[in-house]
């Protein structure tokens, strides 16, 4: 949107002298963290709800005003009003409010980087995390997952995939619309039309502020999985010269990609940092990676490690994670422990104490 990358810039530049070379993340930034969200959760919602009324309300208080820039269309017969002044209203209108909602974005998660001291100069691929900050905070996807041989989609029909990527656009539409059926059918006895509208401003709020927590945590999520990618790649670059290691990681990226069933910028700079460590590349896309053939192998424990950890990277584990995951420890006599505690692990890693966990479970 226009000028939203220079403000991300100028934003970025304006924080990064003010940056430690300290990565390790504190109470005090995470209590810091938590404000930031809630106010910018709260502004969301509120910038939903204002611009529902903001267009509302002057059209049913100025009917007759709006009702009279209207232009007779007639076309293959069929006749029809077209009121040219509300619909330049609610476009301009909604405009603004994706560029009101864009700049609370770019400034909350250029804000973060500040508040969590990411990303220093010293840091391993700073330009990349630069770069991945402005992505997020612009509300931009990338793919480069594919650059690396990792396809999140792999098995998954088009059909399907353009079905559920549908749905997750059109949820607001959707639910304002039977909101609306629903009071109409069963109130418009009793409603004015005004407050039938008006009902839209509760569910654009809410998902306003859903769509502003989702993109919260995808950005507090990069950074807290930068942290422990770090500490994980230094591990394993012990065995760069495992020849079996490096085909079995191959195998357990494409995996847990698949297993997520998303591009994100999260899982490419941990495949690629795991990559690089071991000093591999991926040579086959297809995820034929067994993870009870690889616990029952003591030399490539290290797998479990990497294969529990790139399933917390995104902050949640789904449902067919958790069943695939118990499906395994069941069949396991002496099942690794970081599968055992993968919950504590999770949990610890949305602290930002991920790396704090390992070293004390031994695991780093």
């Known amino acids: 949107m ?20 300290d990565i390790t993340i504190d109470e005090k930034e995470i209590q810091q963290l938590i404000r930031l969200q809630v106010l910018t959760l709260g502004l969301s919602a509120f910038f939903g709800a204002l611009f529902i ?3 509302y ?13 209207v232009i007779e269309v007639s076309f293959l017969g069929f006749e029809f009003s077209f009121f040219w002044l509300k619909q330049l209203d609610s476009f301009l209108l909604t405009f603004l409010e994706l560029y009101v909602l864009g700049l609370l974005s770019v400034y909350a998660i250029q804000r973060m980087g500040f508040i969590l001291d990411f990303p220093s100069k010293e840091i391993h691929g700073f330009e990349l995390h630069r ?42 539409v959707l639910s304002n619309f039977i909101l609306k059926f629903i009071l109409q059918r069963f109130g418009s006895r009793y409603l004015l039309k005004i407050f039938i509208d008006l009902a839209a401003m509760p569910v654009y709020a809410f998902w306003n502020a859903w769509a502003t927590y989702r993109l919260f945590m995808r950005a507090k999520y990069y950074i807290f999985s930068v942290q422990l990618t770090e500490a994980i790649s230094t591990k394993i670059s012990e065995n760069q010269g495992d020849a079996l290691m490096k085909s079995e990681l191959e195998r357990l990226l494409s995996f847990i990609v698949m297993l997520k069933r998303d591009f994100s910028e999260i899982n490419h700079y941990f495949s690629s940092r795991m990559l690089e460590a071991i000093g591999a590349e991926i040579t086959t896309a297809e995820p034929h990676f067994e993870l009870k053939k690889h616990a029952e192998n003591t030399e490539l424990n290290q797998l479990i490690l990497l294969f529990a950890t790139g399933i917390i990277l995104d902050g949640t584990i789904s449902a067919r994670e958790r069943k695939y995951i118990k499906s395994v420890v069941r ?11 993968i919950e504590a692990y999770l949990l610890a890693y949305r602290k930002g104490r991920a790396v704090a966990f390992l070293t004390e479970k031994g695991f780093l």
Do not use: C
């Open 2 to 21: 226009i000028f939203l990358d220079k403000i991300s810039d100028w934003l970025f530049d304006s924080f990064q002298g003010k940056i430690r070379e």
């Open 331 to 341: 069949q396991l006599d002496n099942p690794p422990l970081i599968l055992l505690e």
């Open 53 to 55: 009324l903001l267009y």
């Open 131 to 172: 770069q991945n900050l402005k992505l997020i905070s612009l509300q931009k996807k990338q793919k480069k997952e594919l650059e690396l041989g990792l396809n999140p989609y792999y098995g998954m029909s088009k059909f399907y995939l353009f079905i559920m990527l549908a749905f997750a656009r059109l949820q607001a």
């Open 57 to 69: 309300l002057p059209v049913h208080l100025y009917e007759d005003f709006f009702n009279s820039f």
